[in-house]
C-alpha cells in the first residue's frame, strides 16, 4: 500500500512584489531627474510691437509673469527684490556681462517688475537688453 504524503504541494509561481518595487522606484526617479520646459508652463501675453530680428542662441532670458513673478532662464526667483534677481543673474549668466538679455514681461504684469529687473541688470553691468514683444496683427 502507498502511503502519500498529506503534505499541499507548492506550485511554483513568480512573486511580483520585488517586480513593483523596482518599477515604482524607476518612476519615481524618472519624474525627480525630468527638466520641464519652463515656457510651456508660462502663459505670457507679450505686448504688441513692430517685428525685430530674432534673439541670438546664446542670449540670457529673462520671464516676468503677470503676477510679477521672475523666472532667470529656467529657474523661478523666489524674492522680488532687487537682490534676489541680481544673484539670481549672476548665477545664470557668470561673469558674461556682454551677453545679451531677453526680457519677456506679461503685457498684465506691473510695471514695477520689469523697472525692478532692468535696475538689477543696470547694477550688473548688462548692457545688451532686448524686450520681447508679438507682433502687431495684420488687417
Request: aromatic share 6%; hydrophobic share 45%.
Amino acid at each position: 500500500m502507498r502511503i502519500r504524503d498529506q503534505r499541499a504541494y507548492d506550485e511554483p509561481g513568480i512573486d511580483l512584489v520585488p517586480l513593483i518595487d523596482v518599477v515604482l522606484v524607476l518612476i519615481v526617479f524618472f519624474v525627480i531627474t525630468t527638466t520641464f520646459d519652463v515656457r510651456s508652463t508660462l502663459q505670457l501675453q507679450l505686448p504688441v510691437a513692430s517685428p525685430q530680428e530674432p534673439a541670438p542662441a546664446r542670449t540670457l532670458n529673462i520671464l516676468v509673469n503677470a503676477d510679477g513673478r521672475y523666472f532667470v532662464g529656467e529657474r523661478e526667483v523666489l524674492h522680488t527684490g532687487v537682490e534676489a534677481v541680481k544673484r539670481a543673474i549672476v548665477k545664470a549668466a557668470g561673469e558674461d556681462r556682454d551677453r545679451p538679455v531677453m526680457l519677456r514681461a506679461d503685457a498684465r504684469t506691473p510695471y514695477q517688475a520689469v523697472v525692478t529687473v532692468q535696475d538689477a541688470l543696470a547694477q550688473l553691468g548688462f548692457r545688451r537688453i532686448a524686450i520681447a514683444t508679438a507682433p502687431e496683427p495684420q488687417p
